[in-house]
């Protein structure tokens, strides 16, 4: 199963410029939708807004090399490490979802583009990576939603609550889930099946396409550029308005509104972090 190309099977019934056009229509549901959450939310005019007004109160000025050197922390950290998440299950699950669906999605290309036909025969690693890519989504996908996510892990909300912040895991998912079905029904010869899972793969992946003015999708787009912004406030010492002082400061410790903390360790608070919040 892993090494078919259930594209190729497919275009038995299916052409392959109807597959194509389904792919452009995904991709251009992506564009219109995260153009259209960017006028709605006003995130790009804020994003811009933000950066010259750090310009103009910055302390000092950031080289072109220490921009790069910035970018390229970004990019290694807060993008391919999931730097932002302090629990490691949760950056492991995030980390397996990413990059499942970025081998999924990139696999699917290159098969519908270049090899949609049994005449194209395609390297066997692109069908690898369209199986393994929905199964990493999948796996990191249903920890996630099961074990990891608030609602249920600290909460005691039932894991089959939804709500409208849940459509972009749900959808992506569940077109995982019905990518693997389909393949696996083709690869069995059980026709009907992979006609109602071919279905199914298609509905979700166009509500997961569809639905990004109304999910997480954009977000993606939105979170390199923040976590570069969030890296040159600080390298240029404007940091977000935020004292320019450390905790560990004698005199950022005097400037606590209460007395009787001024001379409380410096890293009190931290407790919460000590033990998992499930008191449901």
């Not at 407790?271 to 449901?280: Q, T």
Request: contains cysteine.
């Amino acid at each position: 199963m892993l090494a078919i190309n259930p594209f190729a099977q497919l275009s038995s019934s299916v052409s392959p410029a109807v597959m194509q056009a389904f792919v452009v229509a995904m991709a251009a549901l992506v564009i219109l939708g995260t153009l259209g959450d960017v006028l709605h939310k006003g995130s790009a005019a804020y994003f811009f807004r933000n950066m010259r007004k750090g310009k103009s109160q910055a302390t000092r000025e950031v080289g072109f090399g220490e921009k790069v050197g910035i970018a390229a922390q970004t990019l290694a950290v807060d993008v391919m490490a999931a730097g932002e998440f302090c629990n490691q299950k949760r950056r492991l699950a995030h980390l397996l979802t990413m990059y499942g669906f970025i081998a999924h999605v990139v696999a699917t290309i290159v098969l519908v583009f270049y090899h949609a036909t049994p005449a194209s025969a395609a390297p066997a690693i692109w069908p690898w990576l369209w199986h393994i890519g929905a199964a990493m989504v999948a796996i990191g996908g249903y920890w996630f939603w099961f074990f990891i996510r608030v609602d249920v892990s600290a909460e005691g909300h039932t894991p089959f609550r939804f709500v409208r912040a849940d459509l972009f895991v749900v959808s992506l998912t569940l077109a995982m889930t019905f990518a693997l079905a389909w393949s696996f029904a083709q690869s069995s010869g059980s026709g009907l099946w992979a006609t109602v899972f071919l279905g199914l793969y298609l509905l979700t992946s166009t509500v997961l396409f569809a639905s990004v003015p109304w999910s997480k999708f954009s977000h993606m787009f939105f979170k390199p550029a923040a976590a570069f912004e969030k890296r040159m406030s600080k390298a240029n010492g404007w940091a977000l308005n935020l004292p320019k002082l450390t905790r560990d400061d004698p005199e950022q410790q005097q400037r606590h509104s209460m007395e009787l903390l001024r001379d409380a360790p410096m890293n009190m608070g931290l407790g919460i972090k000590r033990e998992k919040p499930n008191h449901y």
